[in-house]
Structures are given as C-alpha cells and as structure tokens.
C-alpha cells in the first residue's frame, strides 16, 4: 500500500511539474489560436458555433479548452482550466483580432466591394468556352469524388469542404461538403501571402514602387536593416531571425496570438544575416510586408480600402477578406478569406500572368519573379508563392505552382495544361491529403478523348 502512495505522488508530482514547465507557458498559443480561430470562424466566415469547434479546432490539445462565444460583444474566450484566457473580438469588415489592453473601440469598415457588371457571375458566362465531352466529365466527377472520400468515415482526417476546377477559363467542376456552398467563405491561411505579394505587384504596376526599393518601416533608419529591399522579404530571404514552429511557443506563435501589431513586433527581430543570401520560410516576413504597405497611403482608411477597390473588385471578389490586427495592419501572413470560386478568380490571375477579363492588374515581369525559384530553396519558392520546379510533385508538370495554406489549403495553377485547382479544408495533418494524386487526377479527367 506504501509504495502504491509513493507512485501515486510521483504520478501527481510528475504531471503537476509537466503542466507548470511544458504546457503553462504554451497556454497562450493554445488559447489564442482557439479565440482567434473561432471567432472569424463564427463572425466572418458564418461557420455555425458548433461545427467550427469540431472541426477548426478539433484537434488535440487545443480541442480541450474551453471557449464561450459571446454573440452581444461579437467576442470568443478561450481558456484552458481557467488559466491564461484570451479573447478575440470582431469588427465589421475587419475580421478579429487580440486586444492586449482591453477591448476594442467601435472602429469598423465597410467591406463593400463594388463589382462591375461584367464581372458579376463571371464564371457563368466567360468568353472562352471549354466544354467537356462525357469521358471528361465523369472522370471529373470521380476526382471529385475523390477529394471528400474519408477512409473512416467515423474518424475523418480529410474534411475537404470545397473543391473548384476552372479549365480554359471556365469552371468545369466543383464540389462542397455538406453545410457549405457556392457562398461559403473558407479560410485561406498561408495563401493569404500570395495575396500580398500581389498587392505589391499592384503598385509596381503603377510605377509606385519596385522590387529593389527599401521598405517603408521608419524605426529601420540608421540600422543594418536599411539594406533590406522588397525584393529580399518577397522571396523569404531577409536574413531576420525566425523560428517558423507552431507547435511551439516560437517566433510565429507568439506574433499570431500575443501580438496587437503583428507587423511590428516581426520588424522588431534581429538580423542574423545578410540580406538575399538564405532563404527561410516566415509569417512574420509577410507581416513586415503587410505594416510597410501602409506608408504608400495617407492614411489608414485608404490602406484598408486599397484590396478591395484595387484587386477584388477587380477580379470579382466579392467574398475576399483580409483581417487586420488590433493596430489596424493586415495580417498578410495567414488570415484572408474567400469562397472557392473567388479563390479560383486569384488563381486566374496568377495563370494569365497579371491579366483577369481584359484587365492588366499585374505585369507580367512581376508574376514572372514571383514564379521564378530563390536561390537556396532547393528551387520549391518563389516570390510568396511555392513552386513544382523542385518536383515535389512528381506525377504534376514541373511548371505548376501552387498558394499554399495551414491545413490543406491550396491553389495550385499549371499553365501548360490551363488549369487552375482550388481545394479548401480542415486537414489537419497536411499529408493526409495527397495533392500529387488529387492534382494528376484532375489533369488526367480533362485530357480524356
């Protein structure tokens, strides 16, 4: 009986030291990441309370914490046992966001896109017409299919909830899970980067800046990092300090879910290296990017307008999102959303090198840098965008590429077959989807006889 007692308390001993070292200070992430998520789940996207926690946040051990949504105050809690709570609060047309020093003010924006006539329903009725034979459409249907067959059932590891195919210009196939449609706003997340970069690409177009320009982050004057350019953080070799881990409390963890500027706090890093010489994956780089954005606008309102009336509205987006932090800034690493379609819209873009409808957005030189492989990234990046160069992709043309996102997120565009791929989800380990074989299904369904 003694000794049971004795392992008894070095159990309790044991858990107890595991909770204060281990988890206690990772409680923050945890909390952050269920608020945050859940509210833009509730309040932007409109994903019901129950099946967001499911599904979003479903996953161990953020799955169990608690969480309160407040529908009065547009706010989510989250708490684990009650320690380090945090709360997400949403504002109109701004998405949510951490308020470290109490809550929120009333600032909101109106979010209207106005789309012109030519582009509403676009994909019903675009110019270029690429029906498919019947072979075609059932091996569509089957890949399809495909993307939303679990292997249990019971214990879902995929839940793709929307799928859009858009060949020669045309939407030839799409699939939703049930709960979502055509109106469904999903969540890109690192696809989201893609989208800043093509926000710079817009002013170069209008000869406001170039890739070789500083950035315009004032409290860099006078440091090392005025050698910093467009260019370097662009192609994710800004030689700053980054730790890119979220199973941590790293760099890119405590900027996300600890920070109300995010931007400035990525800023705020060390430079470690030299400029354009190591390329290394980092949120905190399209954040710097998002908060310098601003200083080509006179004031904050008109940097918040300039997506929707200088990009979505001109592709049709209506859905798209972006969500801004507590400061005001986008967060231009990971929080945009967008139905299917209009995410198929951007991917277009992107296929017709800067062109949508008759309409140049882009130069084509601009989407050419941002298709072309960094040096040291083993030729899988380019500017904000990943790459097939490298072959990952073994069975799927070398010149695709692909936006690519948390959880199963992706865009991928292949411009010799004129093709543009859309998958949205919840997949939580992203090799549980297999994009070589969903992506070589696809390709093989259009290039039947």
Same mark, same amino acid.
């Given at each position: 009986?003694?000794? &049971?007692l ?11 030291? #595991? ?5 206690y ?5 945890l909390? @952050? ?9 509730v309040?932007? %996207?409109?994903? $019901? ?6 599904e ?8 169990m ?7 009065d ?14 709360? #997400?609060?949403?504002?109109?047309g /701004? ?8 809550? $929120?003010?009333d600032?909101?924006? !109106? ?5 012109? =006539? ?20 059932? +091996? ?13 059932p ?11 195919i858009v060949?020669?210009?045309? *939407? ?11 109106e ?13 970069? %093509? ?6 177009k ?7 320009? $500083? *950035? ?7 440091? =090392?990092? !005025? ?21 941590d ?5 405590k900027?996300?879910? !600890?920070?109300a500027?995010?931007?400035?706090? %990525? ?6 290296? #030299? ?5 290394y ?5 399209s954040?710097? /990017? ?5 200083g ?16 979505f509205?001109r ?33 277009? *873009?992107?296929?017709?090198? @800067? ?19 960094? #040096? ?5 990046y ?12 073994? =069975?799927?043309?070398?010149? +695709?590429?692909? +936006?690519n ?8 565009? &292949? ?23 969903w992506t ?5 369904? &259009?290039?039947?006889?």
């Amino acid at each position: 009986m003694k000794k &049971i007692l004795v392992l008894f308390f070095l159990l309790i001993l044991l858990l107890s030291a #595991a909770f204060r070292f281990y988890l206690y200070p990772r409680l923050p992430i945890l909390n @952050g990441h269920a608020a945050k998520t859940l509210c833009s789940c509730v309040f932007v %996207a409109g994903i $019901p309370e129950e099946k967001a926690i499911a599904e979003d946040i479903g996953f161990f051990p953020v799955s169990m914490g608690s969480k309160i949504v407040d529908y009065d105050t547009k706010s989510v809690t989250a708490n684990f046992w009650g320690f380090k709570p945090k709360t #997400a609060y949403y504002r109109g047309g /701004l998405g949510c966001a951490f308020f470290n020093e109490g809550k $929120p003010n009333d600032e909101s924006m !109106e979010r209207k896109v106005e789309i012109p =006539d030519t582009l509403k329903n676009w994909f019903d009725y675009v110019d270029t017409v690429a029906a498919l034979n019947d072979r075609q459409k059932k +091996a569509l249907d089957a890949a399809l299919t495909w993307a939303f067959t679990e292997k249990d059932p019971e214990q879902p590891t995929l839940i793709t909830r929307a799928v859009a195919i858009v060949y020669k210009g045309q *939407l030839v196939g799409e699939k939703y899970a049930p709960g979502f449609t055509k109106e469904s706003r999903l969540l890109g997340w690192s696809m989201t980067k893609t989208v800043t970069a %093509a926000l710079y690409g817009l002013l170069e177009k209008n000869n406001r800046l170039s890739l070789d320009d $500083p *950035l315009n982050v004032t409290h860099w004057e006078g440091t =090392d990092k !005025e050698k910093l350019r467009i260019r370097h953080l662009l192609n994710m070799s800004s030689g700053m300090e980054w730790e890119e881990n979220y199973n941590d409390r790293s760099s890119v963890t405590k900027m996300l879910y !600890e920070s109300a500027n995010l931007g400035l706090t %990525a800023s705020q890093t060390e430079l470690v290296g #030299a400029p354009g010489q190591k390329w290394y994956y980092s949120s905190g780089t399209s954040n710097i /990017l998002s908060y310098a954005l601003a200083g080509y606008f006179p004031d904050q309102r008109a940097y918040q307008r300039f997506p929707y009336d200088s990009l979505f509205a001109r592709l049709g987006m209506s859905s798209m999102i972006i969500e801004t932090d507590a400061a005001g800034y986008f967060i231009g690493s990971s929080y945009s959303w967008a139905t299917a379609r209009d995410w198929a819209k951007f991917g277009v *873009l992107l296929l017709n090198e @800067g062109a949508f409808a008759g309409d140049t957005l882009l130069n084509p030189s601009w989407v050419k840098f941002m298709t072309t492989p960094v #040096a040291d990234s083993e030729n899988s990046y380019g500017g904000h965008l990943w790459l097939n160069a490298d072959g990952q992709m073994g =069975d799927v043309p070398d010149d +695709a590429f692909y +936006a690519n996102g948390f959880h199963g997120q992706r865009i991928t565009v &292949i411009p010799s077959k004129d093709l543009v791929i859309v998958r949205l989800g919840e997949t939580y380990t992203q090799s549980d989807f297999d994009f070589n074989q969903w992506t070589r299904q696809v390709i093989d369904a &259009i290039e039947q006889e």
